[in-house]
């Protein structure tokens, strides 16, 4: 029987219904595998929050199955997914508590420095959601230095929902917006349509237009 995790990575893979198909699959062969309990409620949870992301769950079953992986000891993986359909969800709220869960330094020792810097981003975008505009300010200060030192090296994912969120809030995201584009080549990281969006609203800003 094919290991659960790959099949789980191999759901990420898929959109639509073949994405929930292949992660209720998920959910049925963790009954059948090798591995402790904990192993099998921490995929369990991370497979169920990215249900409830496809909007096949609720965020509440979701919560429910992250606490069962805690409570075998295992914070980290099903937070982390969690987060990510909070914030699809529009339920920033959830997302600083899952991402509160995560050990530090969880990612990185594990040599995923990327999704520290999606954690980040994902922080970002819950205090932008709740118009905390200092933290979400000096988050993305940190988030555009550390793009700009390691991004390339450690093969940082685009930060396109953070720009594409600062693009909505503008004129107030301009500051956050300008420290992006002042870190990293938008032309490199994003697509042609969205740094072309960046560049006209910064351009536009800076011209003193709205």
Same mark, same amino acid.
């Given at each position: ?6 099949? %789980?990575?191999?759901? !990420? ?38 249900? $409830?992301? $496809?909007?096949?769950?609720?965020? &509440?079953?979701?919560? *429910? ?6 409570? #075998? ?32 330094? #969880? %990612? ?23 118009? @905390? ?12 230095? &550390?793009?700009?030192?390691? /991004?390339?090296? @450690?093969? #940082? &994912?685009?930060?396109?929902?953070? *720009? $594409? ?7 107030? /995201? #301009?500051?956050?917006?300008? &420290?992006?584009?002042?870190? !990293? ?12 969006? *960046? ?12």
């Amino acid at each position: 029987m094919a290991n659960p995790w790959v099949l %789980f990575e191999e759901a !990420l893979a898929e959109v639509g219904d073949k994405r929930r198909d292949c992660l209720q699959a998920v959910i049925e062969a963790v009954s059948a595998c090798d591995g402790t309990e904990a192993d099998r409620a921490e995929l369990v949870a991370a497979a169920k929050a990215e249900l $409830a992301r $496809a909007g096949a769950l609720t965020l &509440a079953e979701a919560c *429910v199955a992250c606490a069962e992986a805690e409570s #075998f000891g295992r914070a980290g993986w099903s937070d982390y997914y969690l987060a990510e359909a909070a914030s699809a969800l529009g339920r920033p709220d959830i997302v600083l508590a899952r991402l509160a869960r995560i050990p530090p330094d #969880f %990612f990185r020792i594990r040599e995923l420095a990327w999704r520290d810097a999606r954690c980040q981003e994902l922080e970002a975008l819950a205090h932008l959601e709740l118009g @905390d505009w200092a933290r979400t300010d000096l988050l993305v200060d940190e988030l555009a230095a &550390a793009y700009a030192l390691r /991004g390339d090296a @450690d093969d #940082f &994912a685009p930060p396109r929902d953070l *720009v $594409a969120k600062l693009l909505l809030d503008m004129p107030r /995201g #301009f500051r956050s917006l300008a &420290a992006l584009a002042a870190s !990293l080549d938008l032309d490199s990281w994003l697509d042609p349509t969205l740094a072309g969006r *960046v560049h006209a609203a910064l351009d536009r800003k800076t011209e003193g237009g709205t």
